[in-house]
């Protein structure tokens, strides 16, 4: 073999060997461990900071606004949807919202696509000029007291809103005290119940067609209302006008008493 | 605040990420660059393997033009890299199913084959300048003989095999990388544009006439300034090559948008109105018609009527021009019009070009033009012609 | 009426304390909390594997078994209210930028006026940007107030975490891969910023991250999960339309999710194999 060739050879060598061997020293050490990829990755990504705190995080730091919040019917809503991201400190100071109408509406505002069991309104014709903490406690956002009072007066003024119902459902489930509050058999409602899950499912434990709004989340005495204005024709509707007057008092009390339960109400 | 992304204007439906282009001007400048490598290989294996002895007088011109532009392929990539420091990456840990990470493999042996070649093919002159040169030049032409100044008759023959086998491994390997560049856009199945079982072929024969196409235009060029006669039966073989190539590259492109529009799948709307409105001048009418179709009738013409002489190089000057922009423009069109195309196949996006910075057009068009330069300097070290002397 | 009262909140008080024994341990060990949260993470992780039985290699997590888990992602398209809170936590709990073209989770509305053809828009939207207001909000405007709606929904869309991804096929460092219990990841310290895996993803779930020049999408927020939280998303949506959960539990969301629904991937044509299911979405839905 020609000396030059020879020569080349042993150059074209030493790169390889030389290629390889710096290869060899700079490869991630946890490189091949479990794959093409550096294990090491994992780890570093696994560790990087928690920022959307589960609720459950500010328990004991605001146990009465906690409680108010588990209670009411805004439980699904976590306190960083409205507060913001994690604060660490001995007493975390959650944010304060600014602009409460813009938060309010964000899930609230009447838009098509929405699916019809989000209470929806129309904010010039649900409240005016009001502001929603009038009525309002954001925790809990069935009508406070306050809130029952400016519905009574306003509600002859303006009577036959087409928006959702909801200041008629929170009237009167914010006034207990007024109507007896129902009391039924939850062993009685869940047999009877069979016939309303095909369209409106429960909670998160079966889906119905969708047909109608998710009885999850509502209270005893808002189902117990909604059946009897169905029942009197108050409320009409050709689906659930028949379906009401198929029932007895009893039976509607059971009912309504079987979908408040927390089995139903389970997010 | 530094902006840090262009979002483009989109109509339609897109998704809310692909309002800002991932891959802007320089990745298209990547594969018109090696496929400027490739074609110009091809010429020279012509020559070196196939034994067409009119070419000889580019031959070798063509192996150093090749070597030239492949040193700086890497460069569009590395510009446009997010973290062009971590790109050994690619090589330390290969990803074995990522066309790209191989394709870092093959360009790096296509890069040790072409300079392999180069040294074989320029042993004797190698060997004969660093006898009598001295100073820096001398140095340098002495390290290059690798302390060896064998020349004879059994030495040069040895060399003339490795010449031989290099050149033959040389054809799969520029063209296996060239048609790797189309594997990587064909093989995206998230673009119906790309996503195309034609997309290595066409991308293959784009090459070998933009690279034929580059080399009638550099011979003749230089040619000129070395004030010596244009080898008319060189550049004509160089034309006859560029016409079949030509043709079949048009046939391709031509059946991947026939095929492309027959089988109508979901989001063909959406393409027909791209071709017919924004793609219009850039694909219609710059690629195919203009870029195409024009140099094919005027070789056709030429070749027909037998004419020869000054027309004859005006004539191949102009249509081989006309084909290094239609690459382009392919490029352009497979790269940009992929990305204008939403993955939705409902919606329309316009790339607004980026002129400074380092993904703007003036760095795709340094990178263009550093290899011409890169060329000047070698060509001067290396002279291709075979009266022996340098390019002045 | 006052029994069911009460039964409900000691389910409820008991619900919040079995939460609170794993997840809430964990934020607060994670926050540096004192020896007892991290007795409590340790007895948590304990049971999760029983004393004793000699596991394979466990994973790089530490404390967390990854062969154990295998996670999957619901959305009920049907329960989207379209509030986006989805979109903000996913930016805030991974130090997204907060402008409308970065987004590792994102929501749909599909509207038809009058029967005619099926309209999209998203947080890309004009419209949709100049509804936000400011750049850390996204909110859908009220376009479709005074048209005749035939037909509107929402579909929220992530990452798919596909059984065959793209993405990792075509990167060629392995800067992106699939873990053992299922999410797809991006080693932020080893990309190398090519996007290539950009415009592999059919989806449209990844995006450059021009700040650190790499490329970023969602990755279930993993830093969560392994620590048995929700992904931000599901934690924040007040829907329920995301579920997310573990197949290989006993019991779980997900499972009682796949269960008791017909079940639809994205573009399954693509053949990746994506392992976020959806139900009520529509034929336009891609």
Known sequence: MPKHIARFLGLLILVIVGAVGLRYLFVAHSYYKYGSYRADSVTEISALPVQVAPSSYYQSFYPDIFATWTGGVHKAVQCVVCHGPLKVGATPKLDKPQNITELCTTCHAAFPGRPKSQPQVVVLKHAGRQVCLNCHNPHSPLLTSEGKSIVEDESEAAPGSDDFNMADASAVAAAPAKKKAPVGNVVAGQKKSLLCLTCHGLGNVIRGNNAGPNLGAQTAEHIALELRKFQSGKRPSVVMGPVANGLSSDEINDLAAYFATSATNKR | ?392 | ?286
Request: net charge neutral; proline share 5%; glycine share 8%.
């Open chain 3, 1 to 286: 009426m006052e029994d069911e009262i009460d039964k409900d909140k000691l389910v409820g008080r008991r619900e919040i304390l079995g939460m609170l024994g794993k997840t809430g341990a964990a934020i607060a060990a994670l926050l540096g909390g004192g020896e007892v949260a991290q007795a409590v993470v340790a007895q948590a992780q304990a049971s999760e594997t029983p004393a004793g039985a000699v596991t394979a290699d466990p994973g790089p997590v530490p404390g967390y078994d990854w062969t154990k888990h295998k996670y999957a992602f619901g959305v009920d398209a049907t329960r989207c209210i379209g509030c986006l809170r989805c979109a903000v936590a996913g930016k805030l709990e991974n130090n997204v930028a907060f402008d409308p073209h970065h987004f590792r989770t994102w929501v749909e509305r599909y509207g038809t006026v009058d029967g005619g053809e099926t309209l999209i828009d998203s947080q890309n939207d004009e419209g949709n940007i100049k509804a936000a207001g400011r750049p850390d909000n996204y909110r859908f405007d009220d376009r479709y107030a005074d048209a005749n709606v035939t037909k509107a929904f929402f579909v929220p869309k992530l990452c798919n975490h596909c059984t065959r991804p793209a993405c990792v096929q075509v990167c060629p460092t392995g800067a992106t891969y699939k873990t053992e219990d299922g999410a797809v990841l991006i080693d932020h310290e080893y990309c190398i910023g090519c996007r290539y895996c950009i415009q592999a993803c059919p989806y449209g779930a990844r995006f450059f991250n021009e700040e650190k020049q790499v490329t970023d999408k969602c990755t279930w927020c993993y830093h969560r999960i392994t620590k048995g939280l929700n992904p931000a998303c599901v934690e924040v949506c007040p829907a329920s339309a995301r579920i997310f959960g573990d197949l290989k539990a006993p019991q779980s969301a997900i499972k009682d999710f796949i269960r008791d629904n017909r079940i639809q991937v994205l573009r399954p044509d693509t053949g990746n194999g994506p392992n976020v299911f959806y139900i009520g979405i529509d034929k336009e839905v891609l």
């Open chain 2, 1 to 392: 605040m530094e902006q840090l992304f262009d979002v483009q204007q989109y109509i339609g439906w897109v998704y809310p990420n692909e309002t800002v282009f991932p891959w802007g001007v320089l990745i298209v400048v990547y594969p018109y660059l090696t496929g400027l490598v490739a074609g110009a290989f091809t010429v020279s294996s012509l020559y070196q393997v196939f034994g067409i002895e009119r070419l000889k007088p580019v031959a070798h011109f063509a192996l150093l033009a090749s070597l030239c532009m492949m040193l700086f392929v890497p460069s569009p990539l590395l510009l446009h890299l997010g973290h062009p420091e971590r790109a050994f990456n690619a090589i330390l840990t290969p990803h074995t199913t990522s066309a790209m990470a191989m394709f870092s493999f093959a360009a790096m042996f296509y890069v040790f084959l072409l300079a392999i070649e180069t040294w074989f093919v320029f042993r004797k002159y190698i060997v004969e300048q660093a006898q009598i040169r001295t100073g820096i030049m001398g140095l340098a032409y002495r390290v290059m003989t690798l302390g060896s100044y064998d020349v004879s008759e059994r030495a040069m023959r040895a060399d003339r095999k490795w010449i031989f086998a290099l050149a033959i491994l040389g054809i799969p390997g520029a063209h296996g990388l060239h048609g790797y560049v189309g594997f990587l856009f064909g093989s995206v199945k998230a673009r119906e544009w790309w996503s195309s079982d034609l997309m290595p072929p066409i991308f293959l024969f784009s090459a070998i006439i933009s690279g034929t196409a580059l080399l009638n235009v550099l011979y003749v060029l230089s040619c000129w300034f070395r004030r010596v006669k244009v080898d008319i039966l060189c550049l004509k073989t160089m034309a006859y090559s560029l016409w079949g190539f030509l043709m079949f590259a048009l046939l391709l492109e031509g059946v991947e948008i026939v095929c492309l529009m027959y089988r109508g799948r979901e989001g063909i709307d959406m393409i027909m109105q791209y071709i017919t409105g924004p793609a219009y001048y850039p694909f219609l009418i710059l690629q195919l018609a203009i870029g195409a179709g024009v140099p094919i009738l005027i070789l056709s013409f030429v070749f027909w009527r037998g004419i020869t002489g000054n027309a004859l190089v005006t004539a191949i000057l102009i249509s081989s021009a006309l084909v290094m922009m239609e690459v382009f423009m392919m490029r352009w069109n497979v790269v940009i019009g992929g990305q204008e195309i939403s993955k939705t196949g409902k919606g329309l996006l316009t790339y607004a070009m980026e002129y400074h910075g380092k993904e703007g057009v003036f760095a795709a068009a340094s990178v263009l033009i550093m290899p011409m330069l890169l060329l000047l300097v070698v060509l001067r070290i290396l002279p291709p012609w075979e009266d022996g002397k340098a390019s002045h």
